[in-house]
């Protein structure tokens, strides 16, 4: 049982966090939420039952093994900085994009905590899984392309298209066209994967696409490219109940349920029970199950959490951006006392 306290009151925490928790309750124990808003602090432990602690100061963070921070991203640094004298016994868990590039100098306080975990829970969408597991079982071959049509946000969907080759680096990006709507970012990765990141973001709304040299799998509609084997994900629902992912194609009809979504659904104090959401929270609590066993999210480190946002950062100030310099290694270097895992 990890005794977990939060830091944060906003909406992430009250339609996330909270709604996750829950569903692993048995695993996780929430000892209190402090923020600096005292009308919200109270407010969600009020309708939550859980303690409303002032300050930081008041907790006896000997009893605490785990402390989720989801604040401003501008204010991440300084509350590092108060948990500092903690942090060896204390696992952290940290929402994307972890630091602002020009704090980038508080990995040094990360570098003091027991574990950091980074949530980046996009990835992790159960549809996202279902797509992964196909591609493992090798219907579309080797893979080549991966096609983010208005469904992955900058780092988001950078991340997405890493987790499908065991997290790779790029090599290089490259803007193709660009005005204030439309945004493609190219990618080439070490191991020859391309992929795309065309904005804006839509969430569910957009399209994703792999290409592999012997099959196509694709969230819509597409013509067959010369002989390939032509795949779908669909959503399954019965009348107006969802009931989880298909995947159809020639000899090939691969479902899977989505766990914890009824109960996220129904769930009588989350505040956003829309089916982007639920999913969202489905895939925290991805990142939750990664404490207690191995999963995709295990694989993603905070050096990750870090890279995707600087190389997307990167992408998109530069037309084109090569890593000649090698910026995983040099973050390697910079955090060479990092416990990634």
């Known amino acids: ?4 306290l939060i830091i944060g009151s906003g909406n992430r925490i009250k339609t996330n966090y909270l709604p996750a928790l829950s569903c692993v309750k048995e695993h996780f124990e929430i000892t209190g939420v402090h923020s600096r808003t005292e009308a919200k602090r109270n407010a969600v432990a009020q309708k939550w039952g859980i303690p409303s602690i002032e300050k930081l100061e008041q907790v006896d963070f000997s009893k605490v093994d785990l402390v989720i ?6 204010n991440n640094k300084q509350v590092l900085q108060k948990l500092a004298p903690y942090s ?20 040094k306080v990360l570098n003091k905590f027991k574990k950091v975990i980074v949530t980046e829970d996009f990835m992790n969408f159960p549809q996202f899984d279902l797509m992964r597991e196909f591609v493992k079982k090798g219907f579309l071959g080797k893979l080549q392309k991966i096609f983010l049509e208005q469904s992955g946000y900058r780092y ?6 890493r987790s499908f080759s065991n997290f790779e680096k790029i090599v290089y990006s490259q803007i193709v066209s660009s005005s204030q709507q439309d945004v493609n970012i190219n990618y080439k990765f070490k191991n020859g994967l391309l992929g795309c990141v065309k904005e804006p973001y839509k969430r569910l709304d957009g399209a994703i696409t792999l290409v592999g040299d012997q099959g196509i799998l694709a969230t819509e509609e597409k013509r067959i ?6 795949y779908r994900l669909k959503e399954i629902w019965e009348q107006e ?18 766990r914890f979504y009824d109960s996220i659904k129904s769930m009588p104090n989350n505040e956003n029970n829309s089916h982007f959401n639920v999913l969202k929270t489905c895939g925290l609590i991805q990142v939750f199950q990664s404490l207690l066993e191995l999963n995709t999210h295990s694989k993603y480190t905070v050096l990750d959490g870090l890279y995707d946002n600087i ?5 998109r100030k530069y037309n084109q951006f090569w890593d000649f310099s090698g910026l995983s290694f040099r973050l390697k270097l910079y955090l060479s006392q990092m416990p990634y895992r």
């Open 88 to 107: 060896s016994n204390l696992i952290l868990i940290i929402d994307t994009p972890v630091l602002p590039l020009n704090d980038l100098d508080a990995v």
């Open 1 to 4: 049982m990890y005794s977990t």
């Open 241 to 258: 109940n969802f009931q989880g992912f298909k995947i159809e194609g020639e000899n090939v009809n691969l479902s899977s349920q989505v």
């Open 225 to 230: 490219e010369n002989g390939l084997s032509l």
């Open 156 to 161: 988001h969907g950078l991340a997405l298209i």
């Open 311 to 315: 190389i997307s950062s990167l992408a």
């Open 69 to 74: 921070l989801s604040i401003t991203l501008k």
